[in-house]
Structures are given as structure tokens and as C-alpha cells.
């Protein structure tokens, strides 16, 4: 090699002093020229070339906002909220792509045997399900991580849970347009579905976030059961007198849960 950088320039080129075109020409020697690295090295200041491999690495360990994360971001999410909001459980493409099929195979049985009851049972059961999972240190892997996040743990209760229901919700409600015979009757789980979420919120400040879920899901069910011996009638929680009690107890179950809302700073799910 016949040509080397002048350690002048060399020194530019350690204070990004360097202009182009000498600039572009240092880069791509220096790069294969072990001599002028040696004399680049011992021209450059080992205080700011530490300072750039502290700054290199903390860019390298720095986590990477997935897609979502970025979405929220861009239209006004803040940026802890984000990370929280996409760290739910029940966001995970397992957990989606099980609800949807569940939902999907539900459709299709009732297609097939003409009983729409079966879905208004189910439906409900799913946001029930999913803000059950979406907090607690049994089933939430990030539990350890949110729990020192700086937040309440109502709000961070409140985030977990409008993730859980927008996912859920919005499956059911696909499947619900998949029968379109029914009418305005295919929407008839969405009211009993905020009544079980907001039930078993409240329950959980006093059962836990399993046990309290759980009982409100298992009085559904025994409710659903019951109304399968009679299946010539629709089922009452789907009249609206049925559906009056449900919006009754949602917003019940609501007030009660605001109420309680500090215990959730209390305790530790």
C-alpha cells in the first residue's frame, strides 16, 4: 500500500473535523490499513472513544418497539402506555388466533344446527377470559416487569383490560356479523359480556384475579344450562328484559370496581 492518511487528517478525522471528500476517503482506507488505524488510535482522545462505545452499546441493548408498539405510538400512545398495552398476554398471536378459532368453529355449529344460543353463551365468556389473563403473577409472564412500572395499579389494571377487551370484542363481534340470519340477535352477548368483565373485576379485588372471574364464568354457565332445558324459548338474558339487568349490572359492577380501585395499589396480584 502506497498511500496512507496524513496523521492530520487522522486527528480530523477522530473530532469528526474531516470534510468529504477527504472524509469518504479515510473511512474505506482505515477500514484495511492496519498503520493508520494504529496512528488513529493514538490521536484520539480514549475519554470520547469510550463515551462512543458506552453510546454504541446502550443503542445495541436498547429493547426494539415491535409493529404494534410503533402504531400506538404514532397516533398519541404514550410511550410506556404503549410497551404496557402490547405486553398484554392476551395480544399474543397464540392467544388471538385460539380465540378466533373457537369463534369460527362456533359459527360453523351453528350454522349447522340452527342454534344461536350456543354462540350467545359462549361469546360473553371470552372478554371474561381474556382480562382474567391479562393480569396477575400466575398467568402473566410480564408480571414481574409491570408490577414496578410507574404506574397505579388501577390504571395499569385499566390498560391491561381495554387491550383485552378490544381484542376480544372485536373477534366477537366479526363472528357475530358471520350470522347475519339472527339479526340484531347475534349481538345480544355484548351486554352480558361487559356485565361478567366488570363482575369479575370487582370480585378480584377480594378473590383474586382467578377466583373471582372464575365464579362469575361458572354462574353463566350454570345460567346457559339451565336455559338449554327450555330450547324452544330464547334465553332470558338475551330478551330485553334480560339485557335490561345485564346494562344494570354492568354499570353496578363498574361503580363498584371505581370504588375499590386503591385496593389494587394494596395488594399484590
Not at 454504541?56 to 404514550?78: H, M, S, Y
Not at 344446527?113 to 391479562?134: E, G, H, N, T, Y
Not at 346457559?224 to 349490572?249: C, D, I, N, R
Request: glycine share 8%.
Amino acid at each position: 500500500m502506497t498511500w496512507h492518511v496524513a496523521e492530520e487528517d487522522l486527528r480530523a478525522y477522530a473530532r469528526g473535523e474531516l470534510a468529504p471528500p477527504l472524509l469518504w476517503s479515510a473511512d474505506t482506507h482505515v477500514g484495511s490499513c492496519t498503520d493508520c488505524r494504529a496512528v488513529l488510535a493514538s490521536v484520539s482522545d480514549p475519554v470520547a472513544l469510550d463515551a462512543g462505545w458506552e453510546r454504541l452499546d446502550a443503542e445495541l441493548d436498547a429493547p426494539r418497539p415491535g409493529l404494534g408498539e410503533r402504531l400506538l405510538t404514532r397516533v398519541g400512545v404514550a410511550e410506556p402506555t404503549a410497551r404496557l398495552l402490547t405486553a398484554t398476554p392476551v395480544l399474543r398471536r397464540s392467544w388471538l388466533a385460539s380465540v378466533a378459532f373457537v369463534l369460527a368453529a362456533t359459527v360453523l355449529v351453528v350454522h349447522a344446527v340452527d342454534a344461536p344460543a350456543l354462540f350467545l353463551a359462549l361469546a360473553p365468556l371470552l372478554p371474561l377470559a381474556a382480562v382474567a389473563l391479562s393480569y396477575g403473577p400466575v398467568l402473566d409472564p410480564t408480571y414481574e416487569i409491570a408490577a414496578v412500572a410507574p404506574t397505579h395499579g388501577f390504571r395499569l389494571l385499566m390498560i391491561r383490560t381495554v387491550a383485552a377487551l378490544t381484542a376480544s370484542l372485536g373477534l366477537n363481534c366479526l363472528a357475530a356479523l358471520a350470522l347475519p340470519g339472527y339479526g340484531l340477535l347475534a349481538f345480544g352477548w355484548l351486554l352480558p359480556a361487559l356485565a361478567l368483565t366488570a363482575a369479575g373485576l370487582a370480585l378480584s379485588v377480594r378473590l383474586g384475579p382467578l377466583l373471582g372471574p372464575g365464579l362469575v364464568g361458572g354462574a353463566w354457565t350454570a345460567l346457559m344450562a339451565v336455559a338449554a332445558m327450555h330450547p324452544a324459548h330464547t334465553p332470558a338474558a338475551f330478551t330485553t328484559a334480560g339485557q335490561s339487568v345485564a346494562a344494570a349490572l354492568a354499570a353496578l359492577a363498574t361503580v363498584l370496581l371505581h370504588q375499590v380501585r386503591d385496593r389494587f395499589d394494596a395488594k399484590p396480584y
